[in-house]
């Protein structure tokens, strides 16, 4: 768990949409349980808000990891991160990433310029700026979550086929690539729901065990939300369940009544 409940979350959780229109919008909120191993370690909750950027409503989402009862005892977490976003084109224009994760923490905040593709990151635990060049198209972290909850032929994808997108985190742009695996039903506490899996590629050696060591199941409806993430960490594993939601903007999918 030595990197982000927040980090897994919005990296390994990327829902997807095939239609023209928004899989979500404001006043969208989801949380999530996290186990590590049999141990209730904490939650993670995504929200979306409004807000004006450059004389312009956009979406603000907001993303948070915490640890509770005796995992905070040994390991306390308590992260935060932020993005606002155009509501068309899915471009950001600011991140916030403040965490706490055992004593090792962040403040950070990053302002994308996009005529210029320049992001300027202020870190104020340092007291300092660092101006990095993007390519077009970048997330940060967390936009990415969204951007692909729209991405245009996630229908078109076949088993076993990839997509990929840029993604800017911790001061360098990386291509960020997620594999299709298929269809499958799975049982949760609202019931059968029917998923898509996806798996995501990830660094390995720093938190995860492998490359390919984190598997997320998304809700095969227009809603396009996270249902349940596992992941092979370094030491351990974890499992991430959605654990409750609202304001959704289409019609959540059960098959089944639990």
């Known amino acids: 768990m030595k990197k982000t409940i927040i980090l897994l979350f919005a990296i390994a959780c990327l829902g997807f949409s095939s239609q023209k229109e928004r899989a979500f919008d404001v006043g ?46 040994f390991f306390k977490v308590d992260d935060t991160y932020e993005s606002y976003f155009d509501k068309e084109t899915g471009d950001p224009y600011q991140f916030v990433r403040r965490i706490d994760e055992g004593g090792y923490t962040k403040n950070q905040e990053g302002f994308f310029n996009q005529s210029n593709n320049k992001v300027l990151v202020k870190d104020y635990k340092h007291k300092s700026e660092m101006l990095y060049n993007f390519p077009d198209k970048t997330q940060d972290i967390l936009s990415t979550f969204y951007y692909l909850r729209n991405y245009p032929t996630i229908d078109k994808l076949k ?44 660094q390995s050696g720093r938190v995860f ?17 996270p249902i349940r993430i596992k992941a092979d960490l370094a030491v351990g594993s974890l499992k991430a369940d959605l654990d409750g939601f609202k304001g959704l903007k289409y019609s959540f999918r059960v098959k089944a009544k639990p």
């Open 28 to 73: 969208e909120w989801f949380k999530f349980r996290i186990h590590y191993g049999l141990i209730n370690a904490g939650y993670a909750t995504l929200e979306v808000q409004e807000a004006v950027r450059n004389n312009k409503k956009v979406y603000h989402a907001i993303g948070k990891g915490y640890t509770t009862g005796m995992s905070r005892f």
């Open 209 to 225: 065990k492998e490359q390919e060591s984190v598997t997320v199941w998304i809700s095969d409806d227009d809603n396009k939300l």
């Open 159 to 202: 088993v076993g086929e990839s997509i990929a997108i840029d993604m800017f985190f911790d001061g360098e742009v990386t291509k960020f690539k997620l594999k299709y695996l298929g269809n499958q039903d799975i049982s949760t506490k609202f019931g059968t729901v029917p998923t898509m899996i996806f798996r995501p590629y990830v």
